[in-house]
């Protein structure tokens, strides 16, 4: 059986002690590696960068307590694909629809930016989060960090899969994958993706997911 998480992994020396200092710094935070959230056998996994300091750092959860957060659970609320608009702590009650959130690298890494080492030594864990999705599910890239380590989760060549928001590659295992820009700050306020532009390439992976809800 496959590996999906540790909650006490250590295997990044470098992330292992900055989440010590956080530890100390943020004595509320979570301050661990994070655990993807929703249905493990969900149809649609959406993989983001890595946990972001005050957001799931803090709060345990992906993409909750941060601005990219409050982009993404809008979106997946206006497709039905959530419960609330607003995910703001591990006991807020809000579930997810046919979809589960997790992240490439589990760890807080310093100025939100992991080396390539530590995206391949976190991939055995996006493996076995990606050999429990059943047939036909898809997964939604967000931006080219997230891309690359789907891409190596299932040992294929990089060159062969360009990143484009709204790409549609073809995976093994009758999978999908399809390619977003981040919904971080930076490319929202310098306008490089729009909430209209994620809302689009969101729906096009739920569609392809056939998610019911």
Excluded: W
């Excluded at 493996?127 to 190596?152: K, S, Y």
């Excluded at 310098?190 to 739920?206: D, H, N, P, Q, V």
Aim: hydrophobic share 35%; proline share 6%.
């Amino acid at each position: 059986m496959k590996v999906t998480f540790n909650p006490s992994c250590t295997r990044c020396p470098r992330l292992a002690d900055y989440l010590k200092e956080q530890r100390a710094r943020y004595t509320k935070y979570f301050n661990a590696p994070v655990p993807a959230f929703g249905d493990p056998k969900a149809n649609l996994l959406i993989v983001g960068l890595a946990p972001g300091r005050h957001g799931a750092n803090a709060s345990g959860r992906p993409f909750t307590g941060d601005f990219a957060g409050k982009l993404l659970y809008r979106t997946l609320f206006e497709l039905n694909l959530c419960t609330k608009s607003e995910s703001v702590s591990m006991d807020d009650g809000l579930e997810l629809l046919g979809c589960r959130i997790t992240n490439a690298v589990k760890c807080l890494p310093p100025q939100n930016k992991p080396t390539t080492l530590e995206v391949r030594t976190c991939n055995d864990y996006l493996r076995g989060e990606i050999d429990e999705l059943p047939n036909g599910a898809v997964i939604f890239a967000l931006g080219g960090i997230a891309h690359q380590a789907i891409l190596r989760a299932f040992t294929l060549k990089l060159s062969g899969y360009s990143f484009g928001h709204g790409v549609i590659h073809r995976l093994p295992g009758q999978r999908t994958m399809v390619d977003s820009y981040h919904c971080s700050r930076y490319n929202t306020q310098t306008g490089r993706l729009t909430a209209e532009m994620f809302r689009e390439a969101l729906a096009l992976a739920k569609e392809l997911a056939t998610v019911s809800v």
